[in-house]
């Protein structure tokens, strides 16, 4: 049976950071993401990285302060959240897609992703 399990998810001030990880169990993923959902808000894409880790993904609004990465050997990915704002407060999930190819429409699509995690909160105080 598969399974996602993240972890990482904390209280922080605005300015500090967080590493989030994932933990799958089951096959090597195509492509792994992190989704993210703020009250009252619908789940959105954050990040995507391919099996290789030779290609990722960013949404705009987390250009530059988060990084994505995986380690295979591992079966996780994971979140390298700096400069965190009270913006990026939010529920945060891993997916998996099993066996997609990497295109930006196709990993930025919730509808593309075969699996999910059970979430980790995310808290950044002002």
Do not use: H
Request: hydrophobic share 35%.
């Amino acid at each position: 049976q598969v399974q996602l399990v993240e972890s990482g998810g904390g209280l922080v001030q605005a300015g500090g950071s967080l590493r989030l990880s994932c933990a799958a169990s089951g096959p090597t993923f195509s492509n792994m993401g992190w989704f993210r959902q703020a009250p009252g808000k619908e789940r959105e894409f954050v990040a995507a990285i391919k099996w290789s880790g030779s290609s990722t993904y960013y949404a705009d609004s987390v250009k530059g302060r988060f990084t994505i990465s995986r380690d295979n050997a591992k079966n996780t990915v994971y979140q390298q959240m700096n400069s965190l704002k009270p913006e990026d407060t939010a529920v945060y999930y891993c997916a998996a897609d099993n066996g997609g190819v990497f295109l930006v429409s196709r990993v930025t699509g919730r509808n593309s992703y075969d699996y999910w995690g059970q979430g980790t909160q995310v808290t950044v105080s002002s």
